[in-house]
């Protein structure tokens, strides 16, 4: 007997997170198929011009956005940012320097301090 492997899929919402790209933003026709493992491995080691460009570009996603900005994505919620960010508009973002965005990213800077200091602590109890 031989053995039939299924090509995985994924929806067009799942490829495009995983590609790190504003799924409205993208062709029709990447929006409305399916897409294969082998396709996406395809777009992230030869991504056409589209996809170069909305990385390049935008509008981004919320994720990208808020990384973006140094921010986690609550932040960019009470920051009133609830839409996809173009480039120009994030850059925009980081030179006005709204009060919003300094206290979001200090708060982001205490979260990351506090996960190194507890990962810290988890090494030395397993020693």
């Not at 919402?13 to 493992?37: D, H, I, M, N, W």
């Not at 011009?49 to 140094?70: S, T, Y």
């Given at each position: 007997?031989?053995?039939?492997?299924?090509?995985?899929?994924?929806?067009?919402?799942?490829?495009?997170?995983?590609?790190?790209?504003?799924?409205?933003?993208?062709?029709?026709?990447?929006?409305?198929?399916?897409?294969?493992?082998?396709?996406?491995?395809?777009?992230?080691?030869?991504?056409?011009?589209?996809?170069?460009?909305?990385?390049?570009?935008?509008?981004?996603?919320?994720?990208?956005?808020?990384?973006?900005?140094?921010v986690s994505i609550a932040g960019l919620a009470r920051g009133g940012i609830t839409e996809a960010l173009t480039t120009e508009q994030i850059e925009a973002l980081r030179e006005d320097g709204p009060e919003w965005l300094e206290k979001e990213r200090a708060t982001q800077a205490e979260v990351r301090k506090e996960a190194v200091r507890l990962k810290e602590k988890k090494a030395k109890e397993q020693d």
């Open positions: 007997m031989t053995s039939h492997q299924n090509t995985q899929t994924m929806k067009p919402a799942t490829a495009a997170k995983k590609l790190g790209v504003y799924l409205p933003a993208t062709p029709a026709e990447f929006q409305e198929g399916v897409v294969s493992r082998a396709e996406l491995n395809e777009l992230q080691t030869n991504p056409p011009q589209w996809l170069q460009d909305l990385r390049r570009n935008g509008p981004h996603p919320r994720p990208v956005v808020a990384a973006r900005l140094g």
